[in-house]
Every structure is written in structure tokens, then in C-alpha cells.
């Protein structure tokens, strides 16, 4: 079964700390993996997309790697600011091979809290 | 450039009755997933179309259903509701079908009660 941990599962921190965020899953045949910020209420904003070739992407204070073999990715965050605030999820994918398309599975997210 | 689109944006139903949400992606895009994000679940697949045409589907029961227009707009309805069925679902559009980078953008949800 095709499943994604995020640990931990909340946190929180003073601000201008610089934080990890965990994620791993059970099968390491991902197509893509996807790291979300989720504000209460609202939908899901893409922050970084990694593709399986690839190691680590980075945007402005934010890192996220990829460690298939592993099956891990992390994503750090440099700098902690209130505004960074929200739940963070980890999302993989993987080719079907009926009808070819692509699926995301999700963890269940971390839900971050910076303090001023 | 406008976002996806899903109304309602919120939603009282009762046990027994049925419901149908709406997703309008971004303009040009042809695939729209679904998603049912609950506290005890998360978030889990519901189904994608394309072309009007669905290419895959989750673990969910008969009840739930979709269908896509040819503007790519999508519905999905849930018959004989459940209190379990209180959700937030939300919907996904991207460009490509597979075999690209695929960057999903996300609705902010109906939310789904319940009573």
C-alpha cells in the first residue's frame, strides 16, 4: 500500500528559527513529489515540485530533498517567520498503468505554528 | 490569470440527501482531480478526468461520482449522503494528463456538512 508519513505532526517554534519537516513514504516508485502549504479553510498552494530524477529544489527560503532509495524527502525552512504559519503537506505521485494517469498520495501533514 | 474555481464554498446537507460540487480549472487546463480531506484521513484521491474522460479512481464507494464537460469544467456528486461524508473536497487542476512535469493548482475547497 502506497502511503506517506509526515512527522512531526505538529510544531512549534520561536521565530527566525530555521526548521525540518519530515516526510516519508512506503513505495520509492514515485513519479513526482510535491510539498503544499495549506492555510485553515483554504486550498492547497504548491511550493516546491520534485521530480524523482532530481535531488533537492530550493525558492527563496525554502529547501526540499529528495532521497528515493530512502524514501524521504525533508523540507527546510530557513528564517521563520509568523506568516510562515500553516499546515504543511507532502504529496508523491505515481503513474497507473491503467489509464496512464497520475495519482497523489498525501500525508496527513504538519501543522506549523511560529511564534513572534 | 484566474485560479480553480469550486463552488459552492460551503454546503449543509442532510443524511440521505444528494449533492453535486463544481470545479472550473484553469483556462487550458484539460485534467481535474478530486480530493476528500478529512481530520482522521487526510487527503485522498477521488478521481481525475481528462478529456472528458475518467483516467482513474480511488478507494471510494459507488456513491461518489463525477463526469467532466468538454469546457473541462467537472461535478462530482455524492449520492444518500452520510454523516461521514462531511468533508472538505477539494479540486485539482493541471495541464497535462501524464508523461510531463505534472504542477497541480489547487481550489480552496467546498466544505461539505453533514447533518
Known amino acids: ?116 | 490569470k484566474a485560479g480553480v474555481t469550486q463552488t459552492p464554498r460551503y454546503l449543509i446537507k442532510t443524511r440521505g440527501q444528494q449533492v453535486t460540487l463544481s470545479c472550473s480549472p484553469i483556462s487550458g487546463h484539460r485534467s481535474v482531480s478530486w480530493y476528500q480531506q478529512t481530520p482522521g484521513q487526510g487527503l485522498q484521491f477521488l478521481f481525475e478526468y481528462f478529456s472528458e474522460t475518467q483516467r482513474n479512481k480511488g478507494n471510494f464507494p459507488g456513491r461518489f461520482s463525477g463526469r467532466q464537460f468538454s469546457n473541462s469544467r467537472s461535478e462530482m456528486n455524492v449520492s444518500t449522503l452520510e454523516l461521514g461524508d462531511s468533508a472538505l473536497y477539494l479540486c485539482a487542476s493541471s495541464r497535462f494528463r501524464t508523461g510531463r512535469l505534472q504542477d497541480y493548482t489547487f481550489g480552496s475547497g467546498t466544505r461539505l456538512t453533514v447533518v
Do not use: H, M
Open chain 1, 1 to 116: 500500500k502506497q502511503e506517506v508519513t509526515q512527522i512531526p505532526a505538529a510544531l512549534s517554534v520561536p521565530e527566525g528559527e530555521n526548521l525540518v519537516l519530515n516526510c516519508s513514504f512506503t513505495d520509492s516508485a514515485i513519479y513526482n513529489l510535491q510539498w503544499f502549504r495549506q492555510d485553515p479553510g483554504k486550498g492547497l498552494t504548491s511550493l516546491l515540485l520534485i521530480q524523482s530524477s532530481q535531488r533537492e529544489q530550493t525558492s527563496g527560503r525554502l529547501n526540499a530533498s529528495l532521497d528515493k532509495s530512502s524514501g524521504r524527502s525533508t523540507l527546510y525552512i530557513a528564517a521563520s517567520q509568523p506568516g510562515d504559519s500553516a499546515t504543511y503537506l507532502c504529496a508523491v505521485s505515481y503513474l497507473q498503468t491503467q489509464g496512464g494517469s497520475e495519482k497523489l498520495v498525501f500525508g496527513k501533514g504538519t501543522k506549523l505554528t511560529v511564534n513572534p
